[in-house]
């Protein structure tokens, strides 16, 4: 089992994730860098803002990691996540996930990213020429719908 999983305020580094799921049986090791880009959806983007509820985030990616190795034994993953301000180029999360094999690796970090982005309380706020927004937001507040009284 891989024991790296993290919310950090500081920069990432790479090899920190790689060295977390190395071990004798690992025959490829892939990586998963997400950085901010100056873009998005046609919009230019100069900074991002992270925040996360980090005890359940880093219990919320040991869980992801936890069923991605029972779903492929021998798999081992790592991951880090930035929170704070982050300038365009800035690295923001990072993954790995080691295999015996390349194509069980590669799979099981494609798994593990795409998990971590649904499921792990982190939430963004762009800042364009606009003003900051945040990213996926969705009011929660019960407007027009009819309710019974």
Not at 48 to 61: D, I, R
Not at 111 to 133: L, M, N, T
Request: charged content about 30%; aromatic content about 6%.
């Amino acid at each position: 089992m891989s024991a790296l999983f993290d919310i950090r305020n500081e920069p990432l580094v790479l090899d920190e994730v790689v060295r977390a799921v190395q071990a004798p049986s690992v025959g490829a090791v892939a990586v998963f860098s997400g950085t901010v880009r100056d873009h998005n959806d046609g919009k230019p983007v100069s900074l991002l803002e992270y925040e996360a509820y980090v005890a359940m985030a880093k219990k919320e990616m040991q869980r992801i990691a936890e069923e991605l190795e029972r779903e492929s034994p021998g798999v081992r993953l790592a991951a880090l996540h930035r929170v704070g301000a982050l300038a365009v180029g800035d690295v923001a999360v990072v993954c790995a996930a080691s295999a015996a094999h390349r194509g069980q690796a590669f799979d099981a970090c494609r798994r593990f990213i795409d998990r971590i982005k649904e499921r792990v309380p982190i939430w963004k706020r762009e800042h364009g020429p606009d003003g900051p927004y945040w990213v996926g937001f969705q009011d929660a507040r019960c407007t027009g719908h009819d309710h019974e009284t």
